[in-house]
């Protein structure tokens, strides 16, 4: 299989149902963002963390490739052909949701409440951490913006916005673990 096609020289891309769209689509720039989510969250999987955590990311990435299927399929072509065989694109569940809110509950259990917003920072992992949770921000919005013209399964969004929350959890769980210094945000008061 040859990884180019030249199909895409003309500044298109097919979607699945081969629908072609401008690759500047609001759809083709939300699966684009979860793309670069899970590589972000591949980063951090990569780094020297508790294989607990390495476990998550792992479901997360898979979690982000049903998502990215979600999006990349035009509404009206939702089940695909596959030679014979039917392909029906996978959903996110309420398990799968769960899974990330079970996860932070139990993160959140060992942290110190918060008091304030956190600098990113104070160790490259952390920081990983908040880039992979801002560009996550983005695929939700990109993604709110493409529900509201074309609706897809609503978990969709329920999960990016959790997962968000997640790698914000994580991050300052593993600000406590690596020992990095987590600096309050604490406006300063004009004179």
Known sequence: MKIYTK??????????GG?????HHIRIESYGTVDELNSHIGLIRDQEI??????????IQDKLFTVGAILATDPKKAVLKSGKDRLTIPKISEEDIELLEKEM??????LPAMTHFVLPGGHQTVSFCHIAR???RRAERLATALNES??????TLIYLNRLSDYLFVLARKLSKDLQADEIKWIPKKEL
Not at 19 to 23: A, E, I
Not at 50 to 59: E, G, H, P
Not at 150 to 155: H, S, T
Request: charged letters at 25%; aromatic letters at 8%; glycine letters at 4%.
């Open 7 to 16: 199909t895409g020289d003309k500044g298109t891309t097919a979607l699945f």
């Open 19 to 23: 629908t072609r769209v401008p690759k």
């Open 50 to 59: 508790d294989s607990v955590f390495k476990d998550i990311l792992i479901n």
């Open 105 to 110: 509950d139990k993160m959140n259990a060992q």
């Open 134 to 136: 801002c560009v996550c």
């Open 150 to 155: 074309e609706p897809f399964q609503p978990n």
